[in-house]
């Protein structure tokens, strides 16, 4: 979807959020309340500009409007794969976006996010998988590694990967695996205004993706290997 058309759909009642080449800035109105938006376009690729920009949003939204509701537009290729990048530690970056999103939750901001084109790896998991809630469009594409990649990762045959992907979302790129491993809250596919205003009125709680991804088919251990190795007693 295009950003100008999402924004409208959002925010019916009005916006001044801008586009800078792959960021996005501004607030909108809803749920009767001015809301920040920061986010990323054009499938961006994030670069240590990009990220220092994106946390310094959100950082200056908890420093100015204390308590403001944040809504975290996700459109990311990944971060940046440049040499200059790897070199400056793009991991820092990334991990200060991260850290600074946190800041805001306990800072008492409700943080949603929205991928609303592309999320992909690092991009999807900083600048989204952070918030409180996490939603996407229907249309979405979601995947935190391509299969070609996970084979030279993990060592697996690409073709044993494709097999497991068409039975395990955990394999499988696309919204509707993530939504049914957890990982996103909901799917969005119309009256884009009233969903948002629904997730706002949400108040931040212990993270429940891998209580939904078992609910729901799609993580089928996860939960029970955590709480094993929260409650077993070795030895």
């Known amino acids: 979807m295009e950003t100008s058309v999402l924004l409208n759909a959002l925010f019916p009642d009005g916006h001044d959020v801008t586009q800078e080449d792959y960021f996005l800035g501004g607030t909108g109105i809803a749920a009767g309340q ?38 975290l537009l996700v459109d990311t290729q990944g971060q940046r794969l440049r040499h200059r990048d790897e070199l400056l ?7 200060h976006l991260a850290k600074s999103i946190e800041v805001a939750r306990r800072a008492g901001h409700r943080i949603v996010s929205l991928v609303y084109g592309r999320a992909v790896s690092g991009g999807y998991i900083t600048g989204g998988m952070m918030a409180d ?21 993990t060592k697996i045959p690409q073709d044993r990967l494709e097999a497991l992907a068409k039975t395990s979302p955990v394999f499988a790129p696309g919204a509707e695996n993530y939504l049914q491993m957890g990982a996103l809250d909901e799917l969005w596919s119309s009256d884009l205004a009233a969903a948002l205003c629904d997730a706002l009125q949400g108040n931040p709680i212990a993270d429940q993706r891998r209580e939904r991804g078992a609910e729901r088919g799609g993580r089928t251990m996860a939960l029970t290997v955590a709480r094993r190795v929260r409650t077993d007693v070795v030895g």
């Open 133 to 153: 809630a996490c939603y996407a469009l229907a249309t979405a594409e979601i995947s935190v590694m391509n299969l070609p990649a996970m084979a030279r990762v």
């Open 34 to 71: 001015t809301i920040a938006v920061v986010g990323t376009a054009n499938h961006a690729a994030i670069g240590v500009e990009l990220a220092l920009k994106l946390a310094g949003e959100v950082l200056r939204t908890v420093q100015q409007h204390p308590g403001r509701a944040i809504l």
């Open 89 to 95: 530690g793009i991991n820092a970056y990334m991990a």
